[in-house]
């Protein structure tokens, strides 16, 4: 029998750190951001502090188009060279960033950046698909998720404190130097994954037909709307956080506390989740996360509408904590469900998996943020309307043909 996979060296805390951090370089260019986007709004002569969503934005639209090359590239060429591109190509966009005048050149950098973060993105989710199956791949997954969750959590203290010694544009300089590192690490120490005889030819009909396939498979398209809704809640948080805790509540310098803590939610969740799907299947974690936020968002907006859309600190704090740890059991089985038919055409599926979801979620996080009104009623709002909507796209994704 023919090997059609080149066997890595690195199989232990070395290669989910790298994979980890592989993975980070997207959530980094979001989170160390925040605490800047006033500054940036105001530098660049912006008019409303809604505007400045769009340096998120931006990003995360660059992402969702990427994914859709990246995944086949590495199909055809083989995944070191395709994270290799797009780290390149996020390494330019960070030196556009660091150089903008103007508010359209800064959109274009961010474009840039995401575009080029989609690769080691999008490629490090088929280097685990090549090595692990099943629930050994969400184990995998939930530990590398944990890992990178660090990188949120860590995120907003680094922007906060490069403002307080430098101007906000040396943030893009830490970026352009995580990116290098990251080019650089990966270069030397990881090994290819897919052999040259499993590769496919990069050609438009075997691409197209590998895209059609993942779009008419019922388990994977589902869960990937399902991801998309759920990941729309929280880009939707992510886009007026900082309006949220500077406007409403007025948290100063604590802001990286407030916002770390809810990531560190996350985390949380996602390492309950690592030793929870050995005993519970995944299809039942979700349906249950999802139901639970429903639940909750519920009942917390009749409470915020009560206190006129501005309830206390600290039970919006008990809330979105609550959230987040939900979105943690969310996330990494999500992706698992949505990859586990896939596996024949990984890195295309994951392209797919990746970009329509991000796609759906940058629509609604971009309608929620904007919709920001001073209170916490479109947040909460989204987050209720979004769980019912990833509890419909689940049970579509797990219904039988023609139900």
């Keep these: ?83 290799y591109a797009g780290l390149a190509v996020f390494i330019a966009g960070s030196i556009v960033c660091l150089v903008a005048t103007d508010f359209p050149t800064m959109l274009a950098g961010r474009f840039l950046q995401g575009l080029g973060a989609a690769g080691p993105r999008i490629v490090t989710m088929a280097l685990v698909r090549d090595q692990f199956v099943g629930p050994a791949m969400a184990r995998v997954m939930s530990i590398i998720i944990t890992v990178f969750i660090t990188g949120p959590i860590l995120a907003p203290f680094i922007g906060q404190g490069i403002l307080l010694i430098a101007p906000w544009r040396f943030i893009f300089v830490l970026l352009l130097l995580l990116g290098v590192a990251v080019l650089a690490w990966f270069s030397l120490r990881q090994p290819e994954t897919l052999a040259k005889e499993a590769r496919r030819p990069f050609a438009l009909r075997p691409i197209t037909a590998a895209m059609l396939e993942t ?128 596996g024949h055409i990984a890195g295309v599926g994951a392209s797919v998996v990746g970009s329509i979801g991000l796609f759906i979620a940058a629509t609604l996080g971009t309608v929620i943020g904007q919709s920001f009104d001073g209170t916490l009623l479109p947040l909460v709002g989204g987050f209720a309307a979004l769980s019912l909507l990833t509890i419909a796209a689940l049970r579509w994704a797990s219904a039988k043909p023609g139900n």
């Design 1 to 83: 029998m023919t090997n059609t996979r080149a066997r890595p060296a690195l199989r232990g805390p070395e290669f989910i750190a790298l994979a980890a951090f592989m993975m980070s370089v997207f959530a980094l260019s979001v989170d160390v951001m925040i605490p800047a986007l006033a500054l940036i709004g105001n530098d660049l002569g912006l008019n409303s502090a809604n505007e400045t969503q769009y340096i998120v934005t931006a990003l995360v639209l660059g992402m969702a188009i990427g994914q859709l090359f990246y995944g086949p590239l590495s199909d055809s060429v083989g995944r070191k060279p395709a994270i």
């Design 215 to 342: 779009f008419t498979t019922r388990v994977a398209i589902g869960h990937t709307i399902a991801s998309g809704f759920a990941f729309g809640a929280i880009f939707g948080y992510i886009n007026s956080a900082r309006q949220i805790f500077q406007d409403i509540y007025a948290v100063g310098d604590y802001f990286p506390f407030y916002f770390s803590g809810l990531a560190l939610a996350v985390g949380i969740a996602t390492i309950a989740n690592s030793r929870l799907v050995a005993t519970i299947d995944m299809r039942t974690l979700c349906r249950l996360s999802a139901l639970a936020q429903a639940v909750m968002s519920v009942a917390f907006f009749a409470i915020s509408y009560a206190d006129g859309g501005v309830p206390p600190l600290w039970s919006m704090m008990l809330y979105l904590s609550a959230m987040f740890f939900c979105l943690g059991i969310l996330f990494g089985n999500l992706n698992a469900m949505a990859m586990q038919p896939l």
